[in-house]
C-alpha cells in the first residue's frame, strides 16, 4: 500500500483551482468522495469540506469558499463516472441539500461490507482489518467551518477518501465471489434517489416523547422551542448547545410560572436559569395563552396487518441468519410495509411492488407471496 504522504493535499479554495480540478475529475471513470459538515457548531448545518481521491492525487474542496462549488454537478451526475463513498446516505443529502447535486454510479463502501456480513462496518475498523491502515479518530468532532484548517486537520480528512478506491476494489471481488454485486448495485441506485426531508414540520416535533404530553403542555413546548430556536439563530449554534430537549420537555411538564418553580426542575441547569430564566417564563406564558395543541390521531392498522407485518417480520429475520446479514439487508424497511401494505395475492402484483429491488424478488419473491398468503389460507 502506498504512503498517503507521498504527495501533498491539494486544497481547493478558488474558481481557478477548481476548474482545472473539475477537468481532472472528468476523465477519470472513478473517484472517492466524502464530506464533512459543522453540524456540532452552527445554527445552518453546512458541508464544509469535500474530498475528492482521483488518479492518486487527494483533493479537500472548501465548502465555505466563494467559488462555483456547484459546477461539481457534471461529474456528481454523470454515469460513466463512479462515485466511491462510505456511509453515503448522509453525504448525499448534505450535497443535494446545499447544492442541488444528482447522483449516478455509486458505490458505497460501507452497505457493500454490511452486503458481506462484515461485523465492524467503520471505515477505519475496514482500513485496519484490511490493510493495517490506522486512520485515526481525532478529529471527528472537529469544528470543519474553521479557517484556516491546520494540516492534521487536513491529514485527517484526506485519510477519508485516500484509501477508498483499494477498500472498494477489496469488496468488489468479495460481491463477485458471493454472487452479490447485483445486489449491491441495487441498493447504490437506491441511495443515489435519497432526498433532504424539507416538511415544515412545528418545532416541538424535535423534542422526543412530546406525544406524551397533554394539549396545552404541548403548546408551551412549541413556544418553548421556538424561543430556543431563535437563540440558536442570534449565536449560530446548533440547538442542542442552546437548550437539550430534556430541559424543555421537562419545562412543558412543568409550566412553571416563576423563578421558584423553574429552579425546582433538575434537567434547568443552575447555568440554564442563569441565562434563560426571563426567556423561559416568557415562553411558558405565551404557550399556556395559547390554544391546546392537538395531535392527530393515527388509525390503528387493522390486526390483519399487523399480523402480516409480524409473519414478514419474522421471516426475514429468519432469511438474515441464513445469509450472515442484517435483516434490512433482506428486505429494507420500507419496501416491507409496502408489501404489508398492498397484501398482494400474486407474484405479478408483488414484482410490481418490489420494482425498485428485482434481485430480492427474484431470490426472495416466491417465499414473500408465501409468508403473505399463510393468513389467507
Not at 219 to 229: G, H, T
Not at 233 to 260: C, E, M, T, W
Amino acid at each position: 500500500m502506498e504512503s498517503v504522504l507521498e504527495s501533498a493535499v491539494i486544497w481547493v479554495d478558488q474558481d481557478t483551482a477548481l476548474a482545472e480540478t473539475l477537468q481532472t475529475l472528468k476523465q477519470e471513470k472513478q473517484i472517492a468522495v466524502d464530506t464533512e459538515s459543522n453540524s456540532l457548531y452552527a445554527y445552518q448545518e453546512q458541508v464544509c469540506l469535500i474530498q475528492i481521491s482521483a488518479a492518486g492525487e487527494d483533493y479537500v474542496l472548501d465548502g465555505l469558499a466563494d467559488m462555483d462549488l456547484p459546477a461539481l454537478s457534471a461529474v456528481f451526475a454523470d454515469k460513466s463516472i463512479e462515485k466511491i463513498f462510505h456511509a453515503a446516505e448522509y453525504d448525499i443529502l448534505c450535497l443535494k441539500r446545499d447544492f442541488g447535486y444528482t447522483f449516478n454510479n455509486l458505490f458505497d463502501t460501507m452497505q457493500a461490507a454490511r452486503i458481506l456480513g462484515i461485523d465492524k462496518l467503520g471505515l477505519s475498523n475496514l482500513l485496519e482489518d484490511l490493510f493495517g491502515v490506522d486512520q485515526g479518530k481525532s478529529f471527528q468532532k472537529a469544528n470543519w467551518g474553521k479557517r484556516p484548517l491546520n494540516p492534521d486537520m487536513l491529514y485527517y480528512a484526506r485519510m477519508d477518501t485516500h484509501f477508498l478506491a483499494p477498500l472498494r476494489e477489496t469488496l468488489y471481488r468479495k460481491l463477485v465471489e458471493k454472487n452479490l454485486l447485483e445486489l449491491a448495485h441495487e441498493d447504490f441506485d437506491r441511495l443515489c434517489r435519497v432526498e433532504p426531508n424539507h416538511k415544515d414540520s412545528p418545532c416541538y416535533t424535535q423534542v422526543s416523547r412530546y406525544h406524551q404530553l397533554e394539549p396545552q403542555q404541548l403548546s408551551v413546548l412549541e413556544a418553548l422551542c421556538q424561543y430556543r430556536d431563535k437563540l440558536a439563530r442570534k449565536y449560530d449554534r446548533p440547538l442542542f448547545k442552546v437548550i437539550g430537549n430534556s430541559a424543555l420537555l421537562a419545562v412543558a411538564q412543568s409550566s412553571p410560572r416563576s423563578i421558584a418553580e423553574l429552579r425546582v426542575i433538575k434537567e434547568i441547569s443552575p447555568k440554564l436559569l442563569e441565562r434563560y430564566a426571563e426567556g423561559l417564563l416568557a415562553a411558558v406564558e405565551a404557550g399556556l395563552k395559547a390554544p391546546p395543541t392537538y395531535l392527530k390521531s393515527h388509525k390503528r392498522p387493522s390486526q390483519a396487518y399487523l399480523n402480516r407485518l409480524d409473519k414478514m417480520k419474522a421471516w426475514r429475520k429468519e432469511a438474515g441468519l441464513q445469509m450472515g446479514v442484517q435483516s434490512d439487508i433482506i428486505l429494507p424497511r420500507d419496501i416491507l410495509e409496502n408489501i404489508v401494505g398492498a397484501n398482494p395475492s400474486n407474484l405479478e402484483d408483488l414484482q410490481s411492488i418490489m420494482s425498485e429491488v428485482p434481485w430480492r424478488y427474484k431470490h426472495f419473491g416466491s417465499e414473500i407471496l408465501a409468508v403473505i398468503q399463510q393468513e389467507k389460507k
